[in-house]
């Protein structure tokens, strides 16, 4: 009976105590240091258990509050977007009039030169709130620095950020009569103002800060595929042609290669652009299909005209008259959607969008989502 009991678990107090008390009786001996180490043990084992615990239980607390602030810090961010979003469709009547309203030319019996300067100065304002609303909801720093490119005109006091694909060779050409050269071709004033009036940097020069700031911007899907039609699927210059053919490589699908293509398709440099592993695509070193914000800095730098292409007639008429440039020099006339029936825009961008799955418009938005927000964009075409 009693090494019955002294083959029992020492796991237990009951089970313990038990054993040591029928051994003691049975044998009649003195058992105090056998129970002594059963009961260091069974501490030991306690003691571990308690540990074990108390380790679980820190363990399940650091997980919760890691899974708390991870979640608060999701709520936070889409709390900003969605006060971003709501002030922006507070915004949307003046916003829209900004972008759409025709400002009546001073043939218009009643409107004279100064309603016009008016009604545009009003314009800019309502771009520029706009634009320093979505830098701050987006969190766009003013002191990030990057490589500036500005053409100029010292005797206008013009400073002009160019964006390629962006009526740029035409406003260029507006530059280069500013600087006294009225016989400029396209061909030659990229060259001919890069030479002659240009400056890169990082930081604005000091000379600058009270110059008329002025920044070109347009529909950015419609620039992506300004872009492709010129540099990839038509590539003139060897860089270009290098390029295009680096995109046909890495992202051409195998069965297309097999019928001799030597141009990427809108779908491949689309697959191009999202890829995040590319570099030139967001450091600057390709400024066709970089985005505004790499470009330009606009919530850096303060710019007093943001022109729209698609109401570059009124813009450039604007801009001309704020810098006292001469009558005769005007911008191109009918390059924005004066001249182009917005329909036929609309019908261009639908039917290359079109060519990309819902997946792959997803992405092309995200990678220029703030190109939309800060110039006022909309995402959205008929397809």
């Known amino acids: 009976m009693c090494s019955y009991h002294t083959f029992f678990p020492v796991t237990k107090r009951f089970v313990q105590t038990a054993c040591c008390t029928q051994y003691a009786c049975c044998t009649g001996i003195i058992t105090s240091g056998i129970c002594g180490r059963q009961s260091v043990i069974v501490m030991l084992y306690r003691g571990f258990i308690n540990l074990k615990k108390a380790f679980l239980l820190v363990l399940a607390v650091t997980f919760i509050l890691i899974l708390i602030l991870n979640t608060w810090s999701q709520f936070a961010v ?221 919530c850096a730098i303060d710019y007093d005209v943001i022109a729209h292409l698609e109401t570059i007639d009124d813009d450039s008429r604007y801009l001309l008259r704020l810098i006292g440039a001469p009558k005769h020099i005007q911008y191109s006339k009918g390059y924005g959607v004066s001249g182009k029936s917005k329909t036929a825009q609309k019908n261009l961008m639908a039917s290359y969008l079109r060519k990309l799955d819902i997946l792959k418009r997803q992405k092309l938005y995200q990678a220029f989502e703030a190109d939309f927000l800060l110039f006022n964009y909309s995402p959205d075409v008929q397809l």
């Not at 016989?183 to 009036?197: C, E, F, Q, S």
């Not at 042609?241 to 779908?267: A, D, W």
């Open 78 to 298: 889409v709390a900003k977007r969605r006060n971003f979003v709501l002030n922006k469709e507070r915004m949307l009547p003046f916003a829209q009039a900004s972008n759409s309203m025709t400002v009546h030319t001073s043939d218009n019996i009643g409107y004279t030169e100064d309603m016009f300067i008016a009604n545009m100065a009003e314009r800019m304002q309502q771009r520029k709130a706009q634009l320093k609303q979505a830098c701050e909801s987006l969190g766009l720093h003013e002191d990030e620095k990057r490589l500036l490119r500005i053409n100029f005109s010292k005797e206008y006091k013009f400073a002009y950020c160019y964006i390629p694909k962006v009526g740029t060779t035409h406003m260029k050409g507006v530059l280069m009569e500013l600087n006294g050269h009225t016989n400029w071709t396209p061909d030659d004033v990229h060259i001919l103002t890069a030479k002659r009036y240009l400056f890169k940097g990082e930081n604005l020069p000091e000379s600058f800060r009270n110059f008329i700031k002025l920044i070109v911007v347009r529909h950015p899907y419609e620039r992506i595929i300004s872009s492709y039609n010129d540099k990839v699927a038509n590539p003139q210059e060897k860089k270009f042609i290098e390029r295009s053919g680096m995109i046909l490589e890495k992202y051409g699908n195998q069965s297309r290669q097999r019928e001799k293509r030597k141009v990427p398709t809108f779908e491949e440099f689309i697959d191009y652009l999202v890829d995040g592993n590319n570099q030139d695509v967001t450091s600057g070193v390709e400024n066709h299909w970089n985005s505004f914000n790499s470009i330009c800095q606009p």
